[in-house]
């Protein structure tokens, strides 16, 4: 394997920020094993979003407005990433790790005879192989698997698991040609709007996670609801918040939750094991509202204030609320 692909999901032209994500890493692997970075942009607004992704570290761009794409299910565009991939010669494919990017990769993988590593959060590589880490089993295992002897490979990503570093564009963009003798039965006939709950999170700009410090189900919608209101974000929680019924699963942060990597992150009640830092520790900065000085969290939150969240939460709103009166 020497080259890095990268599949790019987004729905007329608008993407997410796993995009930049995979662009800048697949300029790392592609570096480590001396191959080529490139990017495959399709269907309708993919030529406007192949100029944002110039800005990134990319050594190539293949782009089709191809409007079939859109139109029909995931076929054609598994049709152009399968020809990319055999023009390119034996390459990593990254994938964002979404409900499309687990379809496009298994797809993918099969019409490649690739191995395929799925939710993975870290990749190495290590004399020309790479290595690839995921959580396995609820979290309980982190396991390291290689391709081996394979020509290809397919890696779906987490979301957040890279940092996305915009620099060193100039890639060059290349008009993909339409794959031959194909016909489509699969018709796209509506588009149902993820959950913003997903999206939410893991985009949102600020997440204010609360944990068992909360007590109950109430204060995520009377306390940092509010708040995330004041600040423009979202809400999170704790693997105890939702094992305890008090918040759905889908906003759990943590090995074994969502990743998120907010500019600001604000864990409430919530005393920073490790199972729960690694879903939020390339956060920006870390606030942490926690009655205990020492819990763990004291050790990597950038600011701890220490008290009662009860009290802090709401005199905190207060306050944002002024200050935003005051410059509004
Ligand atoms: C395999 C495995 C996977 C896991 N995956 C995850 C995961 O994905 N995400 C995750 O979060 N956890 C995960 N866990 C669980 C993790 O180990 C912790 O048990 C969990 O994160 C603890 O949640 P918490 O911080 O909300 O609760 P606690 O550890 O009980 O902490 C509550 C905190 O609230 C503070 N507090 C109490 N009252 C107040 C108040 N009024 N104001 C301010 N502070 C207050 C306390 O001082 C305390 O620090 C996993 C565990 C295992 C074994």
Known sequence: M??????????????????????????RLADALGGKAQAVVLGEGASALAEQLKGYPLDLIGVSDDPEVDRFLLDPAIDYL?????????SVV??????????????????????????????????????????????????TCAFKDAEYGVVTVRPNSFTAQAGGGG?????????????YLMVVESDVEESSGELGLEEAPVVISGGRGLGGPEPFSTLLGPLAQALGGTVGASR?????????????IGQTGKTVSPPLYIAVGISGAIQHKVGMRSAGTIVAVNKDGAAPIADFA???VVGDAFQIIPELTKLIREAQAVHA
């Open 94 to 143: 990254l994938v964002p790790n979404t409900l499309q990017g687990r379809d496009v990769a298994g797809r993918l993988a099969a019409r490649l005879g690739a191995g395929l590593t799925s939710d993975v959060t870290d990749i190495k590589v290590e004399g020309g192989r790479v290595g690839c880490v995921s959580p396995k089993l609820g979290g309980s295992t982190i396991t």
């Open 240 to 252: 105890a918040a939702a094992d305890a019924g008090w918040v759905p699963y889908s906003l759990q």
């Open 171 to 183: 890639a060059e963009v290349v008009s993909l040609e339409k794959p031959g003798g194909k016909a």
């Open 302 to 304: 950038d600011l701890l």
């Open 2 to 27: 020497r080259n890095v692909i990268t599949f790019v999901e987004h729905k007329a032209g608008k993407t997410r920020k796993v995009t930049f994500e995979l662009a800048t890493e697949a300029r």
């Open 82 to 90: 399968e020809a990319v991939a055999k023009g390119a010669g034996p």
